[in-house]
């Protein structure tokens, strides 16, 4: 009975031995950050790197994840700390909307190739939400004064370029039969394109749009090659999309030439304030790094 008590408590301290050494890569005033976390971040950069058929050193984008995890870490402490909470419903509504983009089944084969399940996606995703209310809030948004985005514009050195855009109205049909039946009637009667849409409209027979200003390189690269081609007033298709068939008209074009301010003032104000609260953060992570706790037993 002594014998068979000893060999148990041997056994015990054996495990206790073990569990002791088994150490998170990293804490950060005293919150682990996961091996299984890096692995992560790690199997999402390798699959950036092949696609451009590039070979990184692996010990290196190791460690250069972990001091980015760390910053992660060290912005969540704070956040909580400044009582930031992102809730459920706001995940939620997140996650749906990336459902209704991809569709299930795309959605499902994103998590399982990124080795996600829905817990741990959506875990991850309440950080990121975090961090984003956390940064953003190191600069308010009326930080940035008009004249400081004029002389953006003025001293930028190269000008502020608008792209070629048409102003169209676009027809959408769910098969090509149905685009090709309308080509022909309107080559038949000999029916005005505006007024034929409208017609198509009221009977329920297609998708009218008046699609507005757009550059052509938002289609595809077919469809684009032949809007680019058309002059005003002229109509083409159909031509196939994503989820149908397209007959279009151009109602005006607009070429290429530098933007006036006003036209590129919104896009301004979002790099000025992007880049100060950029600015903002890193000098606070600076100096949050010296102060906090930070254990690095990866090897």
């Known amino acids: 009975m002594i014998y068979h008590f000893g060999k148990v408590i041997a056994i015990l301290a ?18 682990a950050i996961s091996k299984e976390k890096i692995e ?9 790197h092949k696609l451009q058929n590039a070979s990184p050193d692996e010990k290196k984008m190791k460690a250069a994840i972990l001091q980015e995890l760390i910053g992660e870490q060290l912005a969540l402490n704070e956040a909580a700390a400044r009582g930031i909470n992102i809730t459920d419903a706001e ?40 961090l984003t209310s956390f940064v953003e809030g190191f600069v308010k948004k009326d930080a940035i004064t008009e004249q400081e985005m004029r ?40 029916a005005d394109f505006d007024d034929y849409a409208k017609k198509l409209d009221t009977e329920k027979k297609a998708l009218v749009t008046e699609y507005g200003w757009v550059s052509p390189d938002f289609f595809s690269p077919s469809m684009a090659a032949s809007i680019k081609m058309l002059k005003e007033g002229q109509q083409g298709g159909p031509y196939k999309g994503k989820t149908g068939f397209y007959l279009v008209r ?4 607009q070429a290429e030439g530098i ?12 790099t000025m304030l992007q880049q100060k609260i950029s600015e903002a953060y890193m000098n ?6 010296k102060t906090a706790k930070i254990v690095i037993n990866l090897k």
């Open 14 to 31: 054996v495990i206790v031995l073990i569990g002791g050494c088994t150490k998170p890569p990293a804490t950060v005033d005293g919150k």
């Open 40 to 48: 992560l971040h790690m199997k999402d950069r390798l699959s950036e």
């Open 91 to 130: 995940v939620d509504k997140e996650i749906d909307m990336l459902r209704k983009k991809l569709g299930e089944e795309q959605y499902q084969k994103a998590l399982k190739d990124k080795g996600l399940t829905p817990e741990s996606y959506r875990n991850r995703l309440r950080e990121k939400m975090t």
């Open 151 to 190: 002389d953006f514009y003025k001293n930028s050195p190269k000008p502020f370029m608008k792209p070629a855009r048409v102003n169209m109205k676009v027809v959408e049909f769910q098969t090509e039969d149905a685009a090709n039946a309308a080509v022909a009637e309107m080559q038949k009667t000999k």
């Open 250 to 253: 151009v109602k005006e074009r």
């Open 259 to 270: 933007a006036e301010f006003e036209e590129v003032k919104e896009t301004i104000r979002a």
């Open 284 to 289: 606070w992570l600076e100096q949050k790094r």
